[in-house]
Every structure is written in C-alpha cells, then in structure tokens.
C-alpha cells in the first residue's frame, strides 16, 4: 500500500491505518482474542501498517490484545502502535504510571506516537505539566513523538508552547465526509503547522457504508445507541449522500465505504484509521488506497457532505 509520511515523525504509515477500539470488547459488542487477531493479519497482510489504540478501550483490553497479535503474527518491530492516555490522567505521576501501563500492555519498549486522548476538562490539570511529562517520556526513550486528540486549536497551539525539545506530531480528530468541524479552522492550521489529522470515525461509524438508513434503521447494542448522528432526521439527511456514495461506487467498482475513504485520502496530511470488525472489513477499508476519484467527483461529493454536513444536528432533546 502507498505510504506517507506521518506530520512530524519519520513514520512511513499506510494510508489506510486500523483503529482498534473494536478490540475492546464492550463500545462495539464483544470480541474474541482470536477475532481480534484474525483483524490485525487481514489488515497486515492487505499492506497496514499503523495501528491506533487507547488505554481507555475496554480498559486496557485493545492494547492487550493489539500487542499480543502482533507478537504472535511477528509483526512486532514492523508496524507502527499508536496509543493514548486517558484524559483524566493527566498529572505528571498519573502519566508516567500509565505510560508504563501500557508499555506492558502492548508488549513494547517504545510507544511510537503517544497521544492525549482528550484535554483535562474536569480536573484542571495545568497542560503544560502533562506536555513536560511527554516530553521526558520521549526524552527517556520510552515514547517516540507525541500528539493530542480532541483538542481545540487554541489550546493544541498553547500545548506547543509547553514543549522545548519536541513537537506535537499529530492530532486526532473526528473527521469524515459529513462531520466536518475540522475544516473551519484546525485543518488549515495542522496542514500550516506540519501536524498530521488522524481521522477517526472516518466512516461515520459505519453509516458512509451505506447499510443504515432511515427505512432501515440500526438497532445497535453498541457505542452508536447514543450517537445523535443515528437520529432519524439526520438519516434522512444524510441518504443523498449515501445515494451518490453507491452511484460512484458503482462507476469505479469500489465500494461506499472505500469512497468516503479515498475521498479523505486526497490530503496528505489526513490519515484514516476506520476500525474493522472482521478481517473483510479491513481488507475492503485497505482498497480505499491505491487508486483516486477524479477531481471533480471528489469536489461534488465534497461540497455534497460539506452541505449536508452543516444541516446535522447534535440536539436529541
Ligand atoms: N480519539 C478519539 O477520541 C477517538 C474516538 C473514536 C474513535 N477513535 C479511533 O478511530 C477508529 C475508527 O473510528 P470509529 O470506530 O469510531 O468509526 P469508523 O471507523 O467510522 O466505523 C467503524 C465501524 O464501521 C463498520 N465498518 C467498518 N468498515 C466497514 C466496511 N468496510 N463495511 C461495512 N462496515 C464497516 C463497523 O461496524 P458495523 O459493522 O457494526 O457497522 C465498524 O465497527 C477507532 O477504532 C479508534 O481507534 C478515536
């Protein structure tokens, strides 16, 4: 699979990762190791090679069995992990228990990208004393480079200002065809800036595939349940989409979900990470690289989700 360079690291990464929150046995119904495993062999062997996981998926429970896969497939030394502390733990001696956590977890000396998952919201902990502590994790060898997640450009830039020796290399967002708060002002300031986007739910949580609408709707037991996005109303906005989804679907013989994957791709400075549930979901989800919408199918359906993208709502009550 064509690789690039990942913001301010020297990772060559796939341009398609894996997100591993499916691993974590609750938010997205249970999973075995073995199905796991069979996940992470399938998207190595599709040409994968970037891995994003949390402390906080299933306690611990997706690093556990991200490191062990790997191990177990030998694959350990050739991929890149990405993980990332808890949002709550954010104090100096709160993030170098968990960093060691999680090094055990994963099975690794070196965490390759160690990200904050969300900023401090309830416990007013200063950032720059959780910036300080990242970088003498990196300074000590035991984390490569560093990057936030869920953070407003405000306070990514000011976490910057903590930093003396290094830079953050990343930031994770959600980001997908119809959630597109990222292009108003952090895209263009992380493309400025050198920093990669991390899109996660890159496929709106399974509703770009197109197998979910308002005539059908899910009926989730899982982490979608309480997501606005699956409201009826915001179905039936969404269906032109999905509907021009399946048309060019059709026309370059792919399918939905590698379109609204390809249609992120463009940008070299945004990387998916759609997460898989089976081995055929992060094969298909690979095939979104390789290939290029023309640019005006990419510009329609860009203006098309941007469009609808403005008419979603987050209100459920
Ligand atoms: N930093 C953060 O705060 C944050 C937040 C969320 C996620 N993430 C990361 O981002 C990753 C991806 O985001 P996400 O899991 O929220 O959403 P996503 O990647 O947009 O959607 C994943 C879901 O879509 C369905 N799916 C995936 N590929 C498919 C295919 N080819 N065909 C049909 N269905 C397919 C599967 O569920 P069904 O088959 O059940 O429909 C799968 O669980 C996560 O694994 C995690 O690593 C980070």
Redesign the pocket.
Known sequence: MDKVRLGKTDMLVSRVGL????FSGDA?GAITYEQAKAVVAKAAEAGINFF??AAVYGRGKSEEYLGRALKELGLRGHVYIAT?IHGDWLRRADVLTSAENQRRRLGVDAIDLYQV??PACWHNTPICETMKTLEELVDRGLVRYIGV??FPVQLLDYARSCLSRVDIATS?NRY?LVEREADKELLPYLKREGIALIA???????LL?G?YSAESPPTFEDVRRADPLFLPQNLRLVQPLIDELKRLAAAYGK?P?QIALNWLTRDPSVVP?????TPQ?AE??AGAAGWTLSEEDWRRLDALGREISQKITYVAW
Do not use: F, M, V, Y
């Open positions: 997100g591993a929150w499916q997205w994003d996981t990332k998952h969300w997640s869920n994770q997908n996660w739910s890159p496929l709106a949580k399974g595939t197998k399918t979900a990470i759609p997460g898989a549930k979901q298909e989800n």
